[in-house]
Structure formats: structure tokens, C-alpha cells
């Protein structure tokens, strides 16, 4: 069955670092792109980190940019994402999701993925 399974998520004042983590069933490793999309209470969810499946290019929203790393970790089948300098802001629940290129691998080609893991949640306070 294919699946994404995310972990990592909690609590953390800000400044502080968390690290999800998306096992990866190998079936969607067959996908073109990975990602890490967030949506916070009464907002959209939103593209955050993706990375192309084999070439390895990343991808970024403007708000993490700097501050959070994605990376795949095939030894593990294991998509990561590496939050650093947390804000209040980034509150939300993160979700881990693969998908086709067909609209390339950005952040802002949500329509693109096409299966989704259940979501972790990630709090920061001030």
C-alpha cells in the first residue's frame, strides 16, 4: 500500500529547532516530487519544501527560506525537514506529500501532489 508517514512534530519556543520526518513507502518512490506542506487553523495549506525525486534540487517558500532544509534520505526511504530558527508563525500542521513534475516540483504546484501523509503538528510559542 502506498503511504507517507510523518513524525517529529511538537512543541518548541521560538528560535528553537524541530525535525520532521516521512517514511516513505517505495511505490512513491516512483514519484517526480516530494514536499512539505503546512496549514495552519483557518488557512490554506501551503507548499513549504519540495525536492525533486533523483536530481536532488530543492525548493523553498520565501518564509522558511534559510531557516528550514529539506532532504531525502534514500538509505532510509525517508524524506526530512530540518526546521531551525522557528517562529510563531510556523505553527501548523505539516504535512508530507509526493506528486508528479507535470507543473515542476515548487512549492506552489500543490494541485501536483497526489497523495498525502495525515499530518504532524508543530507549535510554536513565544
Known amino acids: 500500500q502506498v503511504q507517507l508517514v510523518e513524525s517529529g512534530g511538537g512543541s518548541v519556543q521560538a528560535g528553537g529547532s524541530l525535525k520532521l520526518s516521512c517514511a516513505v513507502s517505495?511505490?512513491?518512490?516512483?514519484?517526480?516530487?516530494l514536499g512539505w506542506f503546512r496549514q495552519a487553523p483557518g488557512k490554506e495549506r501551503v507548499g513549504v519544501a519540495t525536492?525533486?525525486?533523483?536530481?536532488?534540487?530543492?525548493y523553498y517558500s520565501d518564509s522558511v527560506k534559510g531557516r528550514f532544509t529539506i532532504s531525502q534520505d534514500n538509505a532510509n526511504n525517508t524524506l526530512n525537514l530540518q526546521m531551525n530558527n522557528l517562529k510563531t508563525e510556523d505553527t501548523a500542521t505539516y504535512y508530507c506529500?509526493?506528486?508528479?513534475?507535470?507543473?515542476?516540483?515548487?512549492?506552489?504546484?500543490?494541485?501536483?501532489?497526489?497523495?498525502w501523509g495525515q499530518g504532524t503538528q508543530v507549535t510554536v510559542s513565544s
Open positions: 506529500a509526493a506528486g508528479t513534475d507535470n507543473l515542476g516540483c515548487a512549492p506552489g504546484t500543490k494541485s501536483a501532489y497526489n497523495t
Open positions: 517505495t511505490g512513491i518512490l516512483n514519484s517526480r516530487c
Open positions: 525536492i525533486r525525486v533523483g536530481g536532488g534540487a530543492t
